[in-house]
């Protein structure tokens, strides 16, 4: 099924975290939230493994998958920038972060650097509004973000990559 054995050890993992499930019937979001934390996306491959194990029809997982904006098809940036757009953080300029982002890394929301060390997205509401505008990086929250911290924070990253 696999052709590198780095992508079959992250199937070998997979089906142990399965296979340890006690009701494995109403663990499917479970089991992608697993999935996607080992392959970092959800490929047709990895949707037709998990429907296999757990015994379900491919197109329930596949449902399952295109309903929640949590789980994604695409490969994804190793540092996934999150920009809010609920009102509280739209009003307070998150459009202006939005576009700095896409501005300074060339590429628009929903799409990975040529590198693949970053991710623009765009989210309907994190439910920090007292913070607004919000940015989350990989689910760490930053507040009262303004296009002025943008390069500062696409530096710190960027310098974690060493």
Do not use: W
Request: charged residues 25%.
């Amino acid at each position: 099924m696999c052709t590198n054995n780095l992508a079959k050890e992250k199937f070998q993992e997979l089906e142990i975290f399965i296979n340890n499930l006690e009701d494995k019937q109403g663990a499917l979001i479970e089991v992608l939230h697993k999935a996607q934390g080992l392959f970092g996306y959800l490929p047709e491959e990895v949707q037709r493994f998990v429907a296999n194990k757990l015994d379900i029809n491919v197109s329930k997982v596949c449902g399952v998958v295109s309903f929640y904006s949590y789980f994604t098809t695409e490969p994804r940036g190793k540092y996934v920038i999150s920009i809010c757009m609920g009102t509280a953080c739209f009003v307070k300029g998150a459009g202006d972060v939005l576009k700095e982002f896409e501005k300074q890394l060339n590429i628009k929301a929903g799409e990975t650097t040529s590198d693949s060390k970053f991710t623009v997205d765009v989210l309907r509401c994190v439910g920090a509004c007292g913070l607004a505008p919000v940015v989350t990086i990989n689910n760490k929250v930053y507040g009262h973000f303004t296009t002025d911290m943008v390069s500062k924070v696409l530096e710190e990253y960027a310098e974690l990559e060493g």
